[in-house]
């Protein structure tokens, strides 16, 4: 069982930035993929960003252009630098893993990964 921990996060001014960032407490694999996914209130959990065990990072194109997806595989981290920061990027931010190989499309559906944490509030005021 892998436990993955996020942090960061919080209330910004829209064009400002955030960090948010999660900690696995391990992979036994060395294919783990990880992602984050957000849930805004009434909406349905959507892809933001993830990163294959490669390193390929892959983004929804609404955030392609600011946020940045980085991951320390030596400390298990996974980190979402977020960048001009709008109103509608507001939710809850979830970080996910998979120690199964998973690749390109594959990486931007849920149900894909094993793990989750527990989430973290962005919130970008206007």
């Known amino acids: 069982q892998v436990h993955l921990v996020e942090s960061g996060g919080g209330l910004v001014q829209a064009g400002g930035s955030l960090s948010v960032s999660c900690a696995a407490s391990?992979?036994?694999?060395?294919?783990?993929?990880m992602g984050w996914f957000r849930q805004a209130p009434g909406k349905e959990r959507e892809f933001v960003a993830a990163i294959s065990w490669s390193t390929s990072t892959y983004f929804t194109d609404s955030v392609e252009d600011r946020f940045t997806v980085s991951r320390d595989n030596a400390k298990n981290t996974l980190n979402l630098q977020m960048n001009n920061l709008k109103p509608e990027d507001t939710a809850v931010y979830y970080c996910?893993?998979?120690?199964?190989?998973?690749?390109?499309?594959?990486?931007?559906?849920?149900?894909?990964?094993?793990?989750w944490g527990q989430g973290t509030q962005v919130t970008v005021s206007s």
């Open positions: 391990r992979f036994t694999s060395s294919s783990a993929a």
């Open positions: 996910a893993g998979t120690e199964r190989y998973i690749s390109g499309g594959y990486l931007r559906q849920d149900g894909r990964y094993d793990y």
